[in-house]
């Protein structure tokens, strides 16, 4: 039976940055420099990431961030007024898919069939190799345990179907999950778990489809119809 894992960052690039600064530090102090970071290093101070351009709106938010009430797409000018000791980095999606494919190299050591899911993810097909960390649960628990010391926060998700570990990872209820019939974990979540895009999730929900399940309780077709072949398609990935 197919086995997938997938790995969610939900913090990544801040947690990129904060794992950078604190590698920069430690440079400095093993050479006797001391220990002041670099400018464009963050501070200990909430951080948050920026996209660069006239109109500067929030990209990520690191977890202190987000417990102050920002989030993705608020103006950096409302954020500042909002958290005047806020640290704010400029945007570098470049520097974050490179750091995720370095990532994605580092991961090796659980499977040699990985991917990297951009912007923020991991792909793992794990099938028949579990045994070699002990079984499944010990797997997810020993790389969310490796990429904390590191400095990065993870959920984890492992199913039969990449749909449904991607949709658990990052809609589930808990930070690590092991499931063998996608059906019943995943009919619950939100319908934004399907990875629609926001449009189409939006249009969704007006007209009362909440969760996945309410969506593959439906017929294919009248959903082909409106929404072509993509709901019909996610939903496979998920439950197929």
């Known amino acids: 039976m197919k086995r997938v894992v997938s790995v969610y960052l939900p913090t990544w690039p801040t947690d990129r940055l904060r794992v950078r600064a604190r590698s920069s530090k430690e440079r400095h102090e093993r050479s006797g420099s001391g220990s002041a970071?670099?400018?464009?290093?963050?501070?200990?101070?909430?951080?948050?990431v920026a996209s660069t351009g006239a109109q500067r709106v929030i990209t990520a938010v690191d977890v202190a961030a987000h417990r102050l009430g920002l989030h993705r797409g608020i103006p950096l000018a409302h954020a500042r007024a909002m958290v005047p000791d806020l640290t704010v980095a400029d945007a570098d999606p470049d520097a974050d898919a490179e750091g995720l494919h370095r990532l994605a190299l580092w991961a090796l050591r659980y499977s040699p069939m990985l991917a990297v899911d951009p912007p923020d993810g991991l792909w793992m097909d794990i099938t028949g190799a579990s045994h070699l960390l002990g079984g499944e649960r010990p797997l997810l628990d020993d790389l969310i345990r490796r990429l904390a010391g590191m400095g990065v926060t993870a959920r984890a998700a492992i199913a039969g179907t990449p749909g449904a570990a991607n949709a658990l990872a990052r809609f589930?209820?808990?930070p690590v999950s092991v499931i063998d019939d996608g059906l019943e974990a995943v009919s619950a979540l939100p319908v934004a778990a399907l990875r629609l895009g926001f449009e189409m999730t939006v249009e969704l929900r007006r007209l009362?489809?909440?969760?996945?399940?309410?969506?593959?309780?439906?017929?294919?077709a009248p959903l082909a119809h409106r929404f072509g072949s993509l709901p019909g398609r996610r939903l496979d990935q998920v439950f197929v």
């Open 208 to 220: 009362g489809f909440e969760t996945v399940g309410d969506l593959e309780a439906t017929p294919r």
């Open 172 to 174: 589930g209820h808990r």
């Open 37 to 48: 970071l670099e400018a464009d290093e963050p501070a200990d101070n909430p951080l948050v």
